[in-house]
């Protein structure tokens, strides 16, 4: 059973930083297409980051040249490294997965099967 798990979520003040995990377990990790999507208070859910099979990444407008998406293949963990964050940011992160197809809209939400249960980032101005 796949199963993803993520960590690394908390509180900081503007402009600090977050590194977020999202290990993946039941699955023979090959590169598949991930991404990392959020969910505000009132908000609907967005997409944040994509990585494809290749390692070519997008991101949204919101968090280019602040958020960095990379994974470790050998350890089967997707990583967001959070950086310059805004109280804009707080939301409670997501990770997903599709581990059978490869997937064009990154930050489409309905890409996506596998889900973890998220972790909440919280930024204080």
């Known amino acids: 059973q796949v199963k993803l798990v993520e960590s690394g979520g908390g509180s900081v003040q503007a402009g600090g930083s977050l590194r977020l995990s999202c290990a993946v377990y039941g699955y023979t990790y090959s590169n598949p297409c991930m991404g990392w999507f959020r969910q505000g208070p009132g908000k609907e859910r967005e997409g944040v980051a994509g990585?494809?099979?290749?390692?070519?990444?997008t991101y949204a407008d919101s968090v280019k040249g602040r958020f960095t998406i990379s994974r470790d293949n050998a350890k089967s963990i997707l990583y967001l490294q959070m950086n310059s964050l805004k109280p804009e940011d707080t939301a409670i992160h997501y990770c997903?997965?599709?581990?059978?197809?490869?997937?064009?809209?990154?930050?489409?939400?309905?890409?996506?099967?596998?889900w973890g249960q998220g972790t909440q980032v919280t930024v204080s101005s």
């Open positions: 990585i494809d099979t290749n390692g070519a990444t």
């Open positions: 997903a997965a599709e581990l059978r197809r490869i997937i064009r809209r990154h930050l489409v939400s309905n890409e996506y099967v596998y």
